[in-house]
């Protein structure tokens, strides 16, 4: 069995591939390693080897991780229930998964002063998405509108898990659609969002080619879960 090391080093060639494919800059494409349910020890691993961004979708599992580890960029991915957002503030870098107005106002009204501004993605329900959350595309635009006012953040993109398929042109055209929803509300609200997250282990190389900033990987990196 491959060490993490090792799955870090072959998923970053992998990532260059899928770039140069693409005509796209590697220095585009950002790794976020996704560590739910694994032990703090191989987000140790992760690090000795390089790796800078980690993700977690659970407050209460991430707490002792991101104790352990403080000096990495955290990224909240997960489903935020509105008791969470205090905890969400005050420990994480990122958030990828924002799908309410009411969880924005909440993660602003609580980053605290000292801090840089939480940098955010809404979470959107794309064609074909897989689970039930995150916002639909009209949603989207105006949360995003919504959003764009709140000081205590800085809205960064928009984030999609489509359901999972083998071919590659259906893998596909949900990052687009999210791709040209990204577009269209940048126009009609005359902002940048300069990130889009999409792509996980099965899908990663169909999300660079259409775009994506930060692919989310978990079992590529870490093995495979039992959820
Ligand atoms: C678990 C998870 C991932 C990683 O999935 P893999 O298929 O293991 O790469 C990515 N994004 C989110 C939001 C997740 O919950």
Known sequence: MSSIKERLQSLRSDIIEACLAAGRDPADVHLLAVSKTKPAGDV???????????GENQMQEAISKVNALPDAEWHFVGAIQSNK????ATRFNWVH???SAKVARRLS???PEGMAPLKTLIQVNISGEASKSGVSPEAAQLLAADMAGLPGLTLEGLMAIPAATDDEQAQRAPFRELRELKENIEDSLGINMPHLSMGMTGDFTAAILEGSTWIRIGTAIFGSRTR
């Open 44 to 54: 140790m691993q992760a690090w000795h080897a390089g790796q800078r961004d980690f």
């Open 85 to 88: 957002t205090r905890d969400i």
């Open 97 to 99: 998964s924002v799908a």
């Open 109 to 111: 009204e609580q980053r």
